[in-house]
């Protein structure tokens, strides 16, 4: 099932800069979860936040989450081409450690 | 990290054959295999939910006749798409869930699932 909503639904930037994706979901949360696809692969697990955390970051990954607005975002500093892929905001898990998944927002670094 | 293998990687099967599809944990135990769908440029659709030695639970709108799930040890669970349709083709994804706090999935690569 989906709740997530993520914005923008494609970005394109040059290599270098840094990239932004949001993600709002509707019910509250235990975590949530970001996700990575390259085309046509499985999904690799990037960062998860917890309900109770503002802030967490990885290497170049920066996801922030805002429980009051029902929002996060991922930001990727200098980005590389090899970021380019879909990225997936995941919320849960409900009490069947399901996840639910916002529609993806694909990003494309041009060198 | 805690890896998961699919196989295959990719079927091309005649209308009416039916192809399991294989989910493995390589080195961890899972308790809790999902399985996913995914159409070209779509977010994945869960379909069903695997426990170790029990039925699956399937989402509404998901034929449990159609699409069968055998979670018959903590390390395997196989999905079997019977009598194959045109329709049924798309992306099958496998996740494992380790059962530790971090309630994290960790996702085979995918299968492509192609029926002529």
């Known amino acids: 099932s989906q709740q997530g909503e993520e914005d923008p639904q494609a970005l394109s930037i040059q290599e270098g800069e840094n990239a932004t994706m949001n993600c709002s979901y509707k019910t509250s949360i235990n975590n949530l979860q970001w996700y990575r696809q390259n085309s046509g692969r499985g999904l690799v697990h990037l960062i998860l936040i917890r309900s109770n955390e503002r802030e967490k970051h990885s290497g170049r990954l920066r996801v922030t989450l805002d429980t009051s607005k029902k929002s996060s975002s991922l930001l990727i500093t200098a980005s590389r081409a090899a970021d380019t892929a879909s990225y997936f905001c995941a919320t849960g898990p409900d009490s069947n450690y399901q996840l639910i998944w916002g529609a993806g927002t694909k990003l494309i670094i041009k060198p | 990290g805690a890896v998961v293998s699919q196989h295959p990687s990719w079927v091309i099967c005649k209308s009416g054959t039916s192809v399991k599809i294989e989910c493995r944990s390589l080195d961890f135990q899972a308790t809790t295999m999902f399985w996913y769908r995914q159409f070209p440029k779509q977010s994945l659709m869960l379909m069903a939910t695997s426990n170790e030695g029990s039925k699956a639970t399937y989402e509404q709108g998901v034929e449990k006749d159609k699409f069968l799930i055998n979670h018959a040890s903590l390390t395997l669970s196989t999905l079997t798409v019977t009598s194959a349709h045109p329709e049924d083709s798309s992306f099958y994804i496998c996740?494992?869930?380790?059962?530790?706090?971090?309630?994290?999935?960790?996702f085979g690569p995918g299968t492509r699932l192609t029926v002529l």
């Open positions: 996740s494992a869930r380790t059962g530790s706090l971090e309630d994290t999935q960790y």
